[in-house]
């Protein structure tokens, strides 16, 4: 008994570890960006080389963690984001950079997918609140690198890396010491054809939810900034809204929910969620006042909060056999939501001050959009979820 419960801390470790690493680096690209002088253009081509590294080890990493386990994944991912930060720092141009962001996309994708399938595995029967604690450290993550970006290494992105590098080995030493659990793929502990898992019309509804959800919170981060600004609200002050208010707000949201994930089923917390997005967010977008627009985001951050970790639970639970394999799809539908939202922002008006306050419709109306597949996905997946 002892020696099990010692295994299962050591498994809540490695992985909040891995979720700290991938916050850390998620949050990299906006600080590296700055730093490498490089075109409008180009600076786009880096941030869709990273999206698509992150697309294809989604959609990748399932099946193989599935077939193979989860170590593998994660000792694999950490040396690839490892690797390309110690080689990130001494790039010397363009292509360079541009390799080795895809290769860290390619490390971020495997590393999400391992991590939040490990993290799963903690306690099966608490899969969805387990998850919400464990994500608190990504956001803890994404919230250290710009504080230490710009208050212990002067935004110098050599010692950036570096520090996130050491960071990730270490992690990587730390998994390959862990004691895992075994593939979690079909009988016999194979994987399970992916082909068999998309004829599965809860899957599909899953990526669906996925992909509109990330949609609507990366609104929230790249556009509100712009909304406030084209209301009055100085350039600093709005940016503090969005990253005080919003990130606290998530940060409390999954503190909160991981209790109530407890005794609440999953699907009513992401039903409600989705409701609480399409209030939220609607009067986010009517709000003028800089201190109601932090409150109001605040409250946004906390709806949306449970709305990553909790979908995937309950997809680990409606999917007990090739889990690894159905969350990496899902997964890969909410990096994709990421690349388009901006997109279909911008092509709506975004980039008109005018019509910013229209085309950011996009994110009640993705909040409305799963409300509706929630309540079908309560009527056709399993009871626990």
Known sequence: MAQNENNSSRIVFAAI???FVYGVIAAMLGVLLASFNLTPEQNGNIALAQAIGMIIASLSAGPIIDAKGKKLALVTSLALIAGSLFLLRTSSGYDQQLLWVFVLGLGGGILVTAANALAGDVNEE???ATLNFLNLFFGLGGMATPLIAANVVNNDPQMLCLLAAVLATVTLVVHFTTPMPGPKGGAGGGGVAIGELISKPALWLFAGFLFLY????IGVWNWLAQLLQSRGTDAKAAQNIVGSGFAFGILVGRVVVSRVLIKVPASLV???????MLVTTYILLQTTDPSMAWGTVFAAGIAMAPVFPTTLGMVGDA???GTATAMGFVITF???GLAVSSRVIGALGGDDPKQLPTALMVLPAASALMVV???VLRAITPKKA
Request: net charge positive; aromatic share 8%.
């Open 17 to 19: 570890l891995a979720i």
């Open 126 to 128: 608490r899969r969805s």
């Open 214 to 217: 990330v949609a609507a919170e």
């Open 270 to 276: 992401l039903l409600a969620s989705a409701a609480l």
């Open 319 to 321: 999917f007990p056999k």
């Open 334 to 336: 909410g990096w994709v």
């Open 373 to 375: 597949i929630m309540i």
